[in-house]
């Protein structure tokens, strides 16, 4: 059963990370926005990376 336990390790490590980096996107286009709206600059709208 080691195998199994192994690769469900495996698999739930990497779904964490890719959860921590959808997160970490979505946190900094909320950065973004924030920006954006309080300084209502429409040059930084039209920006993205």
Sequence with gaps: ????????????????????????????DFEDQLLSSGQAEPELEGVSG
Excluded: I, P, Q, Y
């Design 1 to 28: 059963m080691a195998s199994v336990s192994e690769t469900f390790c495996r698999d739930f490590g990497v779904s964490l990370a890719v959860l921590l980096l959808e997160m970490k996107a979505t946190l900094e």
